[in-house]
């Protein structure tokens, strides 16, 4: 099998688990089976359960509804911000790009887990907008730079200073001239950027700072990782989940790198 076909089918079957999940599932999120904890899959359970019984399978099927939800909200935040002020930067230059650049250099400088960390441990109670938040405050920070980078090369393109010379103001510029030829490259940094969201959810809620009310692939893998060596399948189901979802966004990143950018593609 083909990998598009493979990296494809993962992000559709994860979308679909995101959209129609909670609905197939079993149980509803946070139900508890108290007389069949840790059962081992293939019995009662498909996947088994974990800590006072929750059902994995329903579990996962929840949980693909808030990485979803995560990685939508924090990809199209961060795209937006990140693409205009990438484009202002490399289209005005000069103060404008060192001011916005120097912004990003700074986020940048810092770790981008640290600085998660330390937005959500000052909340008491965590939630699903602080989670959103916390991501999309440096998560932008990418694509400005892939942005900008694109408008440097366009900016003196024929086509951007013929609308100068029409006399077209420096917004329909920017939002009808260099945006749309600028939308492959970001377009390939938000489908990497999605699996590396889902990465970053699950790892904020693995150390106890996801949104508690709801059901995470992180915080079920965190309750395996503490009866790994006796029950591994609690582990194994969430981990894989995770890092299958995210090994397809990522392929399918590269995927998109290759058809929307030959030249890269046969360049690496």
């Not at 120097?102 to 939630?127: K, R, S, Y």
């Amino acid at each position: 099998m083909k990998r598009p076909v493979v990296s494809l089918s993962i992000v559709f079957a994860f979308f679909f688990c995101a959209i129609f999940g909670p609905s197939l599932a079993m149980d509803p999120p946070g139900f508890l089976h108290l007389d069949a904890p840790y059962e081992p899959p293939f019995g009662r359970f498909p996947l088994g359960t974990g800590d006072n019984g929750i059902d994995l399978l329903s579990a996962l099927l929840h949980g693909a509804r808030l990485a979803a939800v995560v990685g939508v909200a924090v990809v199209s935040i961060s795209l937006g911000i990140g693409a205009l002020i990438g484009v202002a930067a490399g289209y005005y230059g000069g103060k404008v790009d060192q001011l916005l650049m120097g912004l990003a250099d700074f986020l940048q400088a810092i770790p981008a887990i640290v600085l998660n960390i330390a937005l959500l441990a000052v909340i008491a109670e965590p939630g699903l907008a602080h989670l959103i938040f916390a991501l999309s405050v440096n998560g932008w920070v990418l694509y400005a730079r892939v942005a900008r980078a694109s408008t440097l090369s366009l900016r003196q393109a024929d086509f951007v200073q013929a609308a100068k010379a029409l006399g077209f103001s420096d917004a329909r510029i920017l939002g009808k001239h260099l945006l749309p030829n600028i939308a492959g490259p970001l377009i390939i940094q938000a489908t990497s950027g999605f699996g590396f969201t889902i990465l970053a959810e699950s790892t904020l809620s693995f150390l106890g700072l996801g949104p508690g009310k709801e059901t995470s692939w992180g915080a079920l893998l965190d309750q395996g990782s503490a009866v790994l060596l006796r029950f591994p399948h609690v582990a194994l189901v969430s981990g894989a989940a995770i890092a299958l979802t995210v090994l397809g966004f990522n392929l399918t990143g590269d995927y998109l790198r290759d058809r929307l950018d030959p030249k890269a593609g046969r360049g690496a």
